[in-house]
């Protein structure tokens, strides 16, 4: 089974950027549907994008036009490029991954079943 772990988090001010990314090891990223969750404080954790094995992407809504998913499978690696942050995007982003998934997989934490433990990302204003 794959273990995920995350990094690259941080603190940033609004407007800026940050690219976070999530290293899978014990089998090929290649295998998986992968996608970043996030959890505010207090708040339920949220599906932000996705990435099929066919390559297919979907967004939350809140997230369109400024963040950007993508997956290096020689690299073993995802990677959420983070544009035009908001204080609202303040939360511990999580990597996910299953063996398949549906376009509105992302709606639902449960349809993932391998978890990274999180990587803290803080906006200021």
């Known amino acids: 089974q794959v273990q995920l772990v995350e990094s690259g988090g941080g603190s940033v001010q609004a407007g800026g950027s940050l690219r976070i990314s999530c290293a899978a090891s014990?089998?090929?990223?290649?295998?998986?549907?992968m996608a970043w969750f996030r959890q505010a404080p207090g708040k339920e954790r949220d599906g932000v994008a996705m990435?099929?094995?066919?390559?297919?992407?979907a967004y939350a809504d809140s997230v369109k036009g400024r963040f950007t998913i993508s997956k290096d499978n020689a690299a073993n690696t995802l990677y959420l490029q983070m544009n035009s942050l908001k204080p609202e995007d303040t939360a511990m982003y999580y990597c996910?991954?299953?063996?398949?998934?549906?376009?509105?997989?992302?709606?639902?934490?449960?349809?993932?079943?391998?978890w990274g433990r999180g990587t803290q990302v803080t906006v200021s204003s």
């Open positions: 014990g089998d090929r990223s290649s295998n998986y549907c």
């Open positions: 996910a991954a299953h063996f398949s998934c549906g376009a509105g997989a992302i709606k639902k934490d449960t349809n993932f079943v391998y």
């Open positions: 990435i099929g094995l066919s390559g297919y992407t």
